[in-house]
């Protein structure tokens, strides 16, 4: 994994701010960090690529690493009181390539997505779309409580 990892971060340009970030890294390695790991298991747990390119289907890696700090802040904050909460924005681009989520587009240090979000029917009163964001927040929330329990066992 170590070295499909550094090899994409390379042959994208990624630092861990994202796209053609020159400024030392704030985590060395950063690009095989545990959070970059972590990501690479949560995200295809919450996003899948989207079927149509329809703008409610974009979403830009900045607010998807904002997603995926509440996510540790929430499920799993003794790791987030151990190595912090902050997800670069390079680390969530190289977890969204690991995982084959292709950008359709680059902006500045930003990476473009057609996603669907799984956890999208979260506010329904009912339904198939309530019921697969509950079930895909349990299993998010699953993951990142056994990265906690790992974690301790360590």
């Known amino acids: 994994m170590d070295t499909r990892l550094l ?3 390379a042959s994208l340009n990624l630092g861990d701010g994202g796209f053609n970030d020159k400024e030392a890294p704030l985590s ?19 996003f899948e690529p989207a079927t149509s390119s329809h703008v409610t289907n974009s979403r830009g890696s900045y ?3 904002h997603t995926a700090e509440h996510l540790l802040r929430d499920y799993a904050p003794e790791l987030t009181s151990l190595h912090g909460c902050w997800v670069g924005n390079g680390e969530l681009i ?11 587009d680059q902006r500045g240090p930003n990476a473009y997505y057609h996603l669907k979000d799984k956890r999208r029917g979260m ?3 009912g339904g198939k779309a309530k019921q ?8 998010v929330k699953e993951l990142l409580r056994s990265k906690v329990a790992e ?3 360590a």
């Open 7 to 9: 090899a994409l971060a």
């Open 28 to 46: 060395t390695p950063w690009a095989t960090n545990w959070k970059v790991k972590t990501l690479t298991e949560m995200l295809p747990l919450l």
């Open 63 to 65: 607010g998807l690493k």
């Open 94 to 104: 190289l977890a969204m390539a690991y995982c084959g989520f292709h950008s359709y």
């Open 123 to 125: 506010m329904n009163k």
């Open 132 to 139: 697969l964001a509950e079930e895909t927040e349990t299993r």
């Open 151 to 153: 974690q301790s066992s």
